[in-house]
């Protein structure tokens, strides 16, 4: 298995632009979080799924941050508009069941925003 | 408020010796406590896990214990090697949430030759 695969690997983008991040769980996993660290506050859950459907969003810090997943084999996470604040690194991690409390994670997207 | 905590943020171990990472937390409803490893440019790779009905889990090298009258988890890595060089990131799950984990901020272990 190719584990939870998270493009791009590296993105860098002007502040105001859209950046979308994407995200491929590991086939199976019905479970899909995504994260994000950074220096001052570590690693936090911005939203889960649960059999593709948005269980808890409370952690997604503003209206400028959306997160979708068409299907079971595919998330994305969008910031319209990005600012340098944003610039942190995004894990993708999904988990085996519902539940499930070992989660995979992908490799993480490095997004700078400038 | 971090409902997780790892105070240290860096430890150095002399190969051979025993690690021992510590994790506090403030939320008495988690039930189940989890140790990640990352190295830089990866994501986190789960390394051991341990319920809160229990108070040791041990798998090779590495041992979590749990206090819950004190709220403090610890990772022992015996003997440590070079290879174990990475950050530490203790995790918590509630009681009835769904799989989402919360995070300490991490410990950066060094273990020199």
């Known amino acids: 298995d190719a584990g939870v695969i998270q493009s791009p690997r590296h993105e860098v983008t002007e502040m105001g632009q859209e950046v979308t991040l994407r995200c491929k769980p590991i086939s199976g996993h019905n479970s899909l979080f995504w994260y994000r660290q950074t220096m001052m506050r570590g690693l936090e859950l911005l939203i889960y799924?649960?059999?593709?459907?948005?269980?808890?969003d409370s952690g997604m810090p503003e209206d400028r941050f959306s997160a979708k997943m068409p299907n079971a084999s595919f998330s994305t996470l969008k910031i319209q508009p990005s600012e340098p604040r944003d610039s942190a690194v995004y894990f993708c991690?999904?988990?085996?069941?519902?539940?499930?409390?070992?989660?995979?994670f992908g490799q993480g997207t490095r997004l700078t925003v400038v | 408020d971090q409902q997780v905590k790892q105070n240290s943020p860096s430890l150095s171990v002399q190969e051979g010796r025993i690690s021992i990472l510590n994790c506090d937390y403030t939320?008495?409803?988690?039930?189940?406590f989890l140790w990640y490893k990352k190295y830089p440019a990866e994501g986190p790779t789960f390394l051991i896990s341990?319920?809160?009905?229990?108070d040791k889990n041990e798998d090779g090298r590495f041992t979590v214990f749990l206090n819950k009258s004190a709220k403090h988890l610890s990772l022992h890595i015996v003997p440590s090697q070079p290879g174990d060089s990475a950050v530490y990131f203790c995790a918590a799950k509630k009681t009835g949430s769904q799989g989402n984990l919360i995070f300490g901020k991490g410990t950066k272990l060094s273990v020199k030759p």
């Open positions: 991690a999904s988990s085996p069941r519902t539940g499930g409390t070992e989660a995979f």
């Open positions: 939320n008495s409803m988690f039930d189940y």
């Open positions: 341990i319920s809160s009905i229990k």
């Open positions: 799924f649960n059999n593709n459907v948005p269980i808890d």
